[in-house]
């Protein structure tokens, strides 16, 4: 138990915190990572996703939302919807089948997993006998055909799982009435050779499509992989007719009024099948090959939808000419002489087509396409001319292009809204105008109290502004920062112009885009003014751009202004990148947030830390040597300020140099995990006499009962067990004021307070460096009748230098009644009091390893919190947070939400530094999750699980965005509409998760050499920032809640 | 170092002793009490009278066995110098004003004859400029072994005083794993253990840490559960003020507390001890331990001064009990046998005055080595 907690223990304090704090991950927003199966159910109008990691989530209506999470990780392969009704069955790739439901609990929706099943052949069948690859779920609601490799089909009993071993439908028994099907000579001789000889060679393989009749569910279409295809009479057991294709089966599709079959080929054709009961074994209709002659590769799936007009619409997925385009992503619509094959940048998963619902209707009716591809779902409307893409309201691709930065703007006033909202809406004209097809069930979400942006900044140079209120995370506005430069690319040919007649006619669809023109174009900070529309971005080749907010499209040149951080610092040579390129002349900008400042640093080096004030019109930047303020309403810099320390010479070596050592570390922590290895194989014969650690090796390696709640422990023990085979050793020496680095400069911060003496405030500037020192500058802002006239001055007039030398990761000042100083034209705007000027003032100065607080003007140490001497953690993200309580209305506390490098979350008291509560929240080898984390003004935060998904977390009893909605099937329809409270499935939902929540701290050992790797962080976070494309690897899945309700009365801490 | 020495160590000896005593180009001889030595400031009296020089401040020197010029300014030393003389002890002074501290030392014996010679001519000119030895009560302590008394004895707990930046920690930490006893039988649990030491480091002269030396606690705080990187960042944190709490791979050289020396003053009770740990409180919070609370503040470009504390704390480090022993090779006349025989460590310890508030923080039992 930590000490200093059991001092200040208040029951009343105690309850007050409950009314504050409580922990909840809420919400995932974007796309889930690694997708590997699609689901749809056309009665519920709900799409399920299945991804490698064993999740499934399902998407209705905007704000509709499930997750659920399989115990095992194994891959989702396939996700069915049981008919009409609030269930599916996944498949994984360990051929085990699950059950989930919907469940009404206290009136909102829960998804659950029923029940699980594997399916057994008989004693010493070949596994593959019983491997699935197909399942239909039959409308009787009641039975799963499931299709296998041996090509037997099984019937399985819902809900059950009870094997109906009589009604097997085995692959001999379809064989043998084929044959005695046979009309026995004539013109069919030829036809029903192949069979023989397929009995032969056992090639009847693999069942690849079961369809149930669309009229009557008596009949089952079986199609083998061989290219046999029978209908089954399951009353009678017996094969009604076959049909034969020399080619290898892909995929079947059954015609709406089941007249006629479509199936689809390896070699790229697809056939057409007339069905009737007098012909057994009928010849193609039509055999096509859409894109002969030359080699062409498989259509996985096809689709022949019937529409009122008569033309019918074909989908299909591949097919395309092998030799040219037979690496694209491709789906093809043919429909009344047109003809597209939407290009996909990403591998495609699974399509669907929504259609006509009701099951009795004569016409398919088409109205969207769904396409799930590896990195995106695109939908697109099949109804308007041009078939133009659907805007998603969630599912949106975070990572369309690599995130490298996020920035979180509470409450915007609706003003600013609604022409960032119109700015955007300028943007999305290509999207089709149809209402999102996908709208099953109902959300219950109260509507969001406030409007919240999440402004994310890409390595492409863009920043993408999203509506982070509620639960769906919607796209607004993407501003793109490339125009300001010359980059090797013109960005209107990247507009993809296709030719009339080019063939196939492709056409790219999507936004994932992967490739970054320029790696300097990265948005590394991102500060946005809500009250004045005024913009700071910051990247990585050392750009600062001031944009405004413009409603008009505009065009004019760029104020350019380079600030040299080095100033007289002689004999430097920066190794890095060279600056941008500023494009001369005007430039057009459409309507939204355009450039009308450029500063640009000198060394270009990444910028670290920016601040804007808003209504002193200045902007400071620091990077890796130094940092800047600058005025942008004179567009004049007001000065520089050098922070690199003279014996640095990291940090004017550029990003490469850097790469470079990267590379020589890793190699050299390999080859030390390979010498160790050896080393104590060779050790081993001569038995456990080595030194401390060695000897206990082989004790370990024996068998022993778990006893009690060590169980627990032991996977993380054998983890560190494994560990030793490489020991990492760790070097333990004090900062030193010549380490690497310390002139980084990592935070800033405006403040209006006492810095000179205690009877005048005057507006200031503060920096904290990564070798612990604060700079504080006095600065003389004109006021405003004379601001053009007179220049802003600047005068140092503090440095404290931390003697822990901790990085300075956080800077804020209280005022006289210990409340944070509020943000820039806040007062101004009647939103916030005016502070306290007459107290005295506080400066607190969060690093890495303490929070400190000191008085103004004079600095005199008055508090402290050693986070880091007394937990061994470090501060990643600190940030004022208000708390609201939950019982009484207008009650609330400052405190600082504080992330640390173990990926806790914790909060802080204001003034007073004390702990208040802290939860588990990012695994603590998950570097880039903890580097992405950003907190809000109101106690919630984000943080990437994977590079397209952010988890929605909250501290706040007040501020919880989560998902509650309903989703009715025809039976459940009777149940009556819930009202607000739901305390059980609270209980419910938490013992899910005690479940499960162990696993983040399970370590398996085959993840040992992984883990140590990862435990270098600094390692890894090198990794991350060079290799960006595949650091997704970590998803974390520890969050296993599904749709929860919350009870304001219910906020237990954990 | 103000606290009451144990007498007689070497008072094997009996009768008077010869002192010879030298001031510039003078001597005089007289004779001491071999077994009362008296106090040092006595001793310093009469060198005045017998010098006549009743108001001159000087430096006392003795050359000790090894022909070493060792000063003499407290009692510690002083009885030192009377027990280890033989057979007579061998006073120089000097004036403070024109002394020559680098004539104190314990070099090397080929210096030895310098030594003598520097003292007897002030004026001989130095053909190296040496290390300056400034006098014991500026000395300070690099490190120490604490609450030896409160520990279990298997266990030792050592501070490291780290000033400025001169001279590295250096020291190394890595995983692995240690067995414990625990109520469900022996088991084997992860540790976190000394690697390696660099010499020349802070670490190794203390000669107190050893590689392999398993790390229990940080300044208090328990490391059980921690993992590698945390146990790093707390000593980091810590790296001015480091308590470490090790259990020696070496376990031959423990404080053993049962064969304690007697006849000494103050000296503590270790049976009532066991019982009164329970109960009280750690002997140091880490809030205690502000000696890094000197951040620095420049104002308006001017000079850096150190940051005052706005509210005066009076708990002070110097309010913690412990024992403080010099380790730096030779210097203030105390001599260690040698790094690893810490025999003088554990006989000190137990003359020592233990305030109540003295706490076991170990709470894991029985902890056994293979």
Known sequence: MRRFLRSGHDPARERLKRDLFQFNKTVEHGFPHQPSALGYSQSLRILAIGTRSGAVKLYGAPGVEFMGLHRETNAVVQIHF????????????????????????????????DGSFTLRGPPGAAPSATQITVVLPHSSRELLYLGTESGNVFVVQLPAFRTLEDRTISSDAVLQQVESSQPGGGQSRAVCRLPEEARQRRVFEMVEALQEHPRNPDQVLIGYSRGLIVIWDLRASRVLCHFLSSQQLESVCWQRDGHVIVSCHSDGSYCQWPVSGDAPQPEPLRSCMPYGPFPCKAITKIFWLTTKQGLPFTIFQGGMPRASYGDRHCISVIHDGQQTAFDFTSRVIDFTVLTEADPAAAFDDPCALVVLAEEELVVIDLQAAGWPPVQPPYLASLHCSAITCSHHVSNIPLKLWERIVAAGSQQHTHFSTMEWPIDGGTSLAPAPPQRDLLLTGHEDGTVRFWDASGVCLRLLYKLSTVRVFLTDTDPSDSLNVQG???????????????????????????FLCKYS???????????????????????????????????????????????????????????????????????PAVVTSLALH?????????????????????????????????????????????????????????RRIRRSRVSSRKRRPAGPSGENGEAGAPAQARPRPLQGQEGAARPERAGVQSMELAPVQRRIEARSAEDSFTGFVRTLYFADTYLRDSSRHCPSLWAGTNGGTVYAFALRVPPAERRMDEPVRAEQAKEIQLMHRAPVVGILVLDGHNVPLPEPLEVAHDLSKSPDMQGGHQLLVVSEEQFKVFTLPKVSAKLKLKLTALEGSRVRRVSVAHFGSCRAEDYGEHHLAV????????????????????????????????????????????YLISPSEFERFSLSTKWLVEPRCLVDSAETKSHSRPRNGSGPEKALDRTRNSGSQSDGEERRPGRVMEHALLNDERVLKEIQSTLEGDRGSYGDWRSQRVAVGYSLSNGGAE | ?????????????????????????EFRRFSLERSKPGKFEEFYGL?????????????????????????????????????????????????????????????TLIKKKNVLTNVLRPDNHRKKPHIVISMPQDFRPVSSIIDVDILPE?????????????????????????????????????????????????????????????????????????????????????????????????????????????????????????????????????????????????????????????????????????????????????????????????????????????????????????
């Open chain 1, 899 to 942: 992330l640390t490098n173990l990926g806790d979350v914790q909060v802080v008291s204001l003034p007073l530094l004390k702990p208040q509560v802290r939860y588990s929240c990012i695994r603590r080898e998950d570097v880039s999750g903890i580097a992405s984390c950003v907190f809000t003004k109101y106690g919630q935060g984000f």
């Open chain 2, 154 to 370: 298997t266990h030792r707990r050592v501070r490291l005083y780290k000033y400025g930046t001169e001279k590295p920690l250096g020291f190394y930490i890595r995983d692995g794993s240690s067995v414990r006893v625990t109520p469900h039988g022996l088991e084997k649990v992860p540790g976190i253990f000394i690697s390696r030491l660099v010499p020349g480091g802070l670490a190794q002269s203390t000669g107190l840490l050893a590689v392999n030396d398993e790390v229990l606690e940080v300044n208090g705080i328990e490391v059980s559960g921690k993992s590698l990187d945390q146990v790093t960042d707390m000593m980091i944190a810590n790296s001015r003020n480091l308590i470490i709490t090790v259990r020696p791979a070496n376990q031959r050289n423990n404080v053993v507390r049962n064969s304690r020396t007697s006849g000494s003053s103050g000296q503590s009770t270790d049976n009532s001890l066991l019982g009164c740990v329970q109960q009280v409180e750690p002997s140091f919070e880490p809030e205690d331990e502000d000696s890094d609370e000197d951040d620095i503040v420049i104002e308006d470009n001017g000079m850096p001064q150190q940051i005052p504390k706005a509210v005066p704390n009076t708990e002070s480090l110097e309010s913690l009990t412990q024992i403080e022993l010099n380790f730096e090779s030779g210097q203030n006349g105390f001599i260690p046998s040698n790094e690893v025989s810490l025999a003088p460590v554990a006989s000190g310890t137990n003359t020592e005055t233990h305030a109540p508030d003295q706490k076991l923080l170990e709470e894991d039992g029985t902890i056994i080595t293979l």
């Open chain 2, 1 to 25: 170092m103000n606290r009451s020495h144990r007498h007689g160590a070497g008072s094997g000896c009996l009768g008077t002793m010869e002192v010879k005593s030298k001031f510039g180009a």
């Open chain 1, 614 to 670: 808003s209504e002193w019109r200045l902007v400071a930047f620091g990077t890796s040597h130094g940092f800047g303020l600058f005025d942008h309403q004179q567009r004049r810099q007001v000065f520089v300020k050098c922070t690199l320390h003279p014996s640095d010479q990291l940090a004017l070596e550029g990003p490469l140099s850097r790469v470079k050592s990267l590379k020589k570390s890793l190699r050299q922590s390999f």
């Open chain 2, 47 to 107: 060198l005045q009278h017998v010098h006549k020089i009743p108001n001159v401040d000087v430096l006392v020197g003795y050359a000790d066995i090894h022909g070493d010029l060792l000063p003499i300014n407290n009692d510690d030393n002083y009885h030192k110098a009377v027990s280890t003389a033989n057979p007579l002890l061998r006073i120089f002074i000097q004036k403070k004003e024109e002394a020559d501290y680098s004539a104190f030392g314990t070099d």
């Open chain 1, 82 to 113: 049981l008919p009409g009704q609030c269930q599916l069955v996944t498949l994984l790739d360990d051929n085990s089948l699950h059950l989930w439901s919907l469940k009404v609990k206290g009136g909102v929706s829960e998804l659950q997993e």
């Open chain 1, 533 to 603: 529309g005024y913009l700071a971005v910051a990247g990585t080749a050392g750009q600062v751009l001031v944009l405004e907010l413009n409603d008009e499209e505009a065009e004019h040149s760029v104020a350019q202004v380079e600030a040299d951080l080095l100033q007289d610092q002689e004999g430097y040579r920066w190794k890095g990148h060279e600056r941008l390129c500023a494009r001369p002349g005007p430039v057009r900008f459409e309507p939204g947030f355009q450039p009308f400042v450029l500063v640009q640093c000198q060394p």
């Open chain 1, 500 to 526: 009339e007649d080019e063939w196939p006619p492709l056409r790219k669809v999507g936004s994932f885009d992967p490739y970054s023109d320029d790696p300097r174009l990265g948005i590394q900070k991102i």
